[in-house]
C-alpha cells in the first residue's frame, strides 16, 4: 500500500461553455507508507485541481490542470516546491460495465526532476456505480518518464454530500 490521498471534489457548473461541466478538488496525501520501502515519499503534498468533462455519445473527455505543492522530508533538505500538471483523457464504453481509454498526461519540471510526457491505456470494470476496477499500462514519450509501467486500481465513491434539485427554466 503507498502514502493515503483525501480529496473533496465539487462540480460547480453542468454544462458550461462548449457543453463541458466544470469542477474544482482539494487533495491531501499523507505519508502514511514506508519511504524505505519505495512505497511513500515520507512528507504530505496537497493538490489543487480544474477539472473540464464532457460526454459525446459514448465517449468522455476530461481535461483537468493541476497544480501540486510537494513536501520535500526533512532528511532531503525539508520545505516544499510546486509541480504544473495537465492530463487530457478519453474513455469509450463498450457496456454499462466495461469501458477502455487513453490518456496524455504533462507533469511540469521541478526541483525533483524534468518535464514528463506519457500516455496510459488502460481497461476498466465497473461492478457498480461506486466502484470502478481498472487496469493498464504506461509508456512514457519524454527522456526522464517512466518508459513501460503496468498498473492496476480501484476507485470506490463512498457517497454524494450534496444532491442537485432540477433545473429551473428561469
Known sequence: MG??????QWRY??????????AVQVTRKFPTAGERSG????????TLGIFFSRDIAENHVDINLLETWLGRPADHGGGRFDVSEATLSVSHNLTQAWSFGGELYGIGG?????????????VAYKPSSRLVL???????LSHGAPQYNLFVGLTW????????GPRSST
Open 134 to 140: 481498472d487496469a493498464g499500462f504506461e509508456i512514457g
Open 3 to 8: 502514502d493515503l490521498a483525501l480529496g473533496l
Open 39 to 46: 512505497l511513500g515519499t515520507g512528507s504530505a503534498d496537497d
Open 110 to 122: 521541478s526541483a525533483l526532476g524534468d518535464r514528463i510526457v506519457s500516455t496510459l491505456w488502460y
Open 157 to 164: 465513491g463512498i457517497g454524494r454530500f450534496y444532491h442537485p
Open 13 to 22: 457548473l453542468r454544462g458550461g461553455p462548449l457543453g463541458f461541466d466544470q
